[in-house]
């Protein structure tokens, strides 16, 4: 592998306008690193692109050579696929230009951008694109397999807002493709990951919203059960303006939470409200009633201050661990198991995430896009965080226990984004009915599965029968 990274980096040098780093190279070990601390991997070598030919050129040597590669946005990959040991990356940290058109309402990102550089730039005339909550992901990750996020009830997923991309194939070729041209990989793209090549840019539409009203609240143990089931039957009607996720996690330590809810179970509520900021007062009041009085707060906030609010609460290079799934319905066993599970989280950081879909997301239909179906509303999130390797494995297992008991009332099928790298058996799962015209497209696009570090679908084989 060390061999086959020097060639790549040969076949390169004279002719690559980014940056190619080296085990030895200075800024070679901050390059390295993935947000998730667990995937602590030393690439042989790392081709920082600065132009879309940059990355011609390195999928081009690189599938020469035969060398594994991954593919690097903001690096956020839960699962470390942005990274590997031995192999190439492609990284499009370089690559962060937006350009809005603020009279359409379009914007086009360069593959690079994190979900702040977008902010940043369409906040300037007003406008947002729908994307996640926390400003330092990647752009490229989070839109190719969908892309949930505070405005996804008012304005759909991320990826139901892309218009157009533009991305490099594994033989190295520019393909565009958008309702137009290329329908089949414009629907792949969709949902579809990092598995058709490296999206260099991406064009969306925008939405006019410069602020948005921000509630929270911390409800106690005791409590608990009662708010999900409130939430179950009150999301269900209540209109898309409205955004309420919860956490289910132990309070942490600090002076807003009352001493005696302090490293308790509890659920905290975060409730944003998209619309006319008068007309959300009586669905907030709603929601927070059950939230002791004391923790509760509702403010007006921007736009960008709510697009980083949660920054600080996932920082690079502790450990992750995640499982997810969907349900059509919360059913009272179980929220019973999750409430229970709440006092045995091993890890004060650790959280039990449920966001409420619908809205604007289900307008779409399941084989609409590669994302698939968007019936079931419930989708949770278990997310282990914790620092020391040493409890890796009673932070994985915690996990593993608590789904695999949901799991049943489960409906199959699961977010790409929220899964960990040891779940390649549910990417079927993901795909469901689509998975035959993935594995086509794929084909199509990547006959050798050159893109595999990611929730892989392999290429359909030759003579297999068109689905
Ligand atoms: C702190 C944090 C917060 C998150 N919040 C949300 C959220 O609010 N909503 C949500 O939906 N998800 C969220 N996620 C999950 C997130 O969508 C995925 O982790 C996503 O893969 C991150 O994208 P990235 O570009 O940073 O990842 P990377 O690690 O760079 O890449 C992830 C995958 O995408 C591929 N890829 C990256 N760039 C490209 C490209 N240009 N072309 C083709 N393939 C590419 C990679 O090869 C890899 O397989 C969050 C994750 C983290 C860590």
């Not at 996720?245 to 944003?272: C, F, T």
Request: proline content about 5%; charged content about 20%; glycine content about 10%.
């Amino acid at each position: 592998m060390v061999e086959a990274s020097q060639e790549v980096y040969s076949s390169l040098h004279r002719r690559f306008n980014g940056d190619l780093l080296r085990p030895a190279d200075g800024g070679f070990e901050d390059a390295r690193l993935v947000w998730n601390g667990m995937f602590d991997r030393t690439p042989g070598l790392i081709a920082r692109c600065g132009d879309i030919a940059d990355v011609q050129k390195a999928v081009r040597a690189a599938a020469e050579v035969g060398i594994l590669t991954a593919v690097r946005c903001g690096g956020h990959s839960l699962a470390g696929f942005s990274t590997c040991d031995g192999g190439l990356v492609i990284d499009l940290s370089r690559m962060r230009q937006v350009t809005i058109d603020p009279e359409a309402r379009r914007a086009r990102f360069a593959g690079g951008c994190l979900l702040g550089s977008i902010d940043t730039a369409t906040q300037k005339a007003g406008l947002v694109f729908p994307s996640g909550v926390v400003s330092h992901t990647g752009a490229s990750g989070l839109i190719l397999g969908g892309g949930t996020g505070w405005l996804t009830r008012r304005f759909g997923l991320s990826c139901d807002n892309v218009e157009d991309f533009t991305l490099v194939t594994a033989d190295g070729s520019v393909v565009r493709c958008n309702s137009k041209e290329n329908l089949d990989l414009f629907w792949a793209l969709r949902g579809g990951g990092g598995n058709f090549g490296v999206v260099t840019e991406f064009e969306v539409r925008l939405h006019p919203l410069t602020s948005v009203v921000l509630s929270e609240g911390l409800t106690p143990e005791s409590d608990i059960r009662g708010l999900l089931e409130c939430w179950r039957d009150f999301m269900a009607e209540a209109p898309i303006d409205l955004k309420w996720n919860i956490d289910l996690r132990l309070a942490s330590h600090i002076n807003k939470v009352p001493i005696e809810m302090r490293g308790q179970p509890v659920a905290g509520s975060s409730l944003i409200w998209t619309g006319n900021p008068e007309a959300a007062r009586p669905y907030l009041q709603h929601a927070l009633s059950m939230c002791h009085p004391d923790t509760v707060s509702s403010k007006i906030v921007s736009f960008l201050n709510l697009q980083t609010m949660a920054d600080s609460d996932f920082p690079h290079g502790r450990r992750y661990y995640t499982k997810s799934g969907y349900f059509v319905d919360l059913d009272d066993a179980t929220i019973d198991r999750m409430v229970e599970a709440v006092a045995t989280i091993p890890s004060p950081e650790t959280q039990i995430e449920l966001a409420y879909l619908g809205g604007a997301t289900a307008r779409l239909g399941a084989d609409e896009t590669a994302f698939g179906d968007r019936s079931a509303p419930f989708i949770l999130n278990l997310l282990a965080n914790w620092a020391d390797p040493s409890v890796d494995a009673g932070n994985i297992a915690w996990i593993r226990r608590l789904f695999n008991e949901l799991r049943p009332a489960m409906k199959p099928g699961v977010y790409v984004n929220f899964m960990s790298g040891d779940e390649q058996d549910r990417v079927p799962e993901a795909y469901h009915v689509r998975w035959d015209r993935m594995m086509a497209v794929k084909a199509q696009y990547d006959p050798n599965n050159f893109f595999r570090l990611n929730q892989n679908v392999p290429p359909r084989k030759v003579g297999a029968e068109i689905p």
